[in-house]
């Protein structure tokens, strides 16, 4: 997957935090609903229907990389 194709950062848009090409939304909102439960059809037909299925597929991706490729300091986790 191509991620370039699907996801942007420019300091000029959202302060350079990573969008979906094409738009000002963050990618971040997007990962926040699926951790609600909402799955990717519903993403599409209720919140942002100018994504494709792709984009929020590589939006995960995305998420996946940066844990696998950064060094992460361990921390308590939060109880929920």
Known sequence: ???KEYINCNPA???GDPVFTGTR?????VLDL????????EI????YPQLSEESVK???HYASEIIKTNEF???NPIEV
């Open 58 to 60: 590589a939006a995960i």
């Open 25 to 29: 939304i963050p990618i971040y909102l």
């Open 34 to 41: 699926i951790e609600g439960g909402i799955t990717i059809p």
């Open 1 to 3: 997957m191509n991620i």
């Open 44 to 47: 599409r037909k209720r919140y």
């Open 13 to 15: 848009i959202c302060g």
């Open 73 to 75: 300091v361990p921390f």
